[in-house]
């Protein structure tokens, strides 16, 4: 049996092993001494007085926190389902233990009443087409939440919009009929553009009554080229007989 100073003894080793830490390239020690704080260690080899002082272990690396799905009524009234995912990482690790309780159930909270808020501000077709600047605002708010907690957010994704069979449905047909409009649109303007190059060929022509006449002529030559025997009632421009009519009447 062990006497008093191997009792002693052991003791000692103990305290003396359990006072020796290493951290990693990626973590820092909190530490308090008698409850105050005196200062962040590490990485590497850290000696803390046994009893005195205590440490809370801090990982810098990026973490990624999944926001559930929320139910969010957008600023037209609809109800959706949105998740999200927030990248971050802890840039003070004294404010990180020393200003919150719990840093990641707070973010997450944060994160999951702003993405609320946010949403709620936009109207559907918003929150569908506009996902870039809404994780961009999402990401601004967050940051600027959670600065005092010595987190730096990176970055905010929202991953899925879910929406019910009726809006679905509802959505489906609005852009079926987004696409007749502009196929209808596209048609108008074609058809514009037509009338115009013909008002501008018509009013050329008029200007020069010689090019109506071998256009006449020309659709004469290219109807008689077909081979096909066939009784055409073609209108003879005046403009044709007219030097006819002259002549005729010098005669007389």
């Known amino acids: 049996m062990f006497g008093l100073g191997g009792i002693i003894l052991l003791f000692v080793v103990v305290l003396l092993i359990s006072s020796i830490k290493v951290l990693p390239e990626y973590q820092r020690g909190v530490v308090l001494t008698l409850g105050r704080?005196?200062?962040t260690k590490g990485p590497g080899l850290v000696i803390l007085?046994?009893?005195?002082?205590?440490?809370?272990?801090?990982?810098l690396r990026v973490?990624?926190?999944d926001v559930p799905p929320q139910d969010v009524i957008s600023r037209d009234n609809v109800s959706v389902r949105v998740n999200a995912v927030v990248y971050f990482r802890i840039i003070e690790s004294d404010k990180a233990v020393l200003q919150v309780a719990d840093f990641y159930q707070a973010t997450s909270q944060l994160a999951q009443t702003r993405l609320r808020s946010v949403l709620g501000q936009h109207e559907l077709d918003e929150i569908l087409s506009e996902r870039e600047s809404i994780n961009k605002t999402l990401q601004?708010?967050?940051d600027e939440a959670t600065d005092p907690w010595g987190i730096k957010i990176t970055d905010v994704e929202i991953k899925d919009v879910d929406l019910n069979e009726t809006m679905v449905r509802a959505i489906a047909r609005q852009a079926e009929a987004e696409r007749e409009r502009r196929a209808k649109v596209i048609h108008a303007e074609g058809e514009m553009q037509a009338a115009e190059k013909l008002r501008d060929a018509a009013e050329m022509l008029a200007?020069?009554?010689q090019a109506l006449q071998l256009r006449y002529l020309q659709t004469l030559a290219d109807m008689a080229s077909n081979g096909k025997s066939t009784t055409i009632a073609f209108p003879l421009p005046l403009d044709l007989i007219k030097p006819l009519m002259a002549a005729f009447d010098r005669k007389d």
């Open 37 to 39: 704080y005196t200062g």
């Open 49 to 59: 007085i046994p009893i005195v002082q205590s440490m809370t272990r801090v990982d």
């Open 140 to 142: 601004k708010i967050l």
């Open 63 to 65: 973490g990624v926190m």
């Open 207 to 209: 200007q020069q009554p």
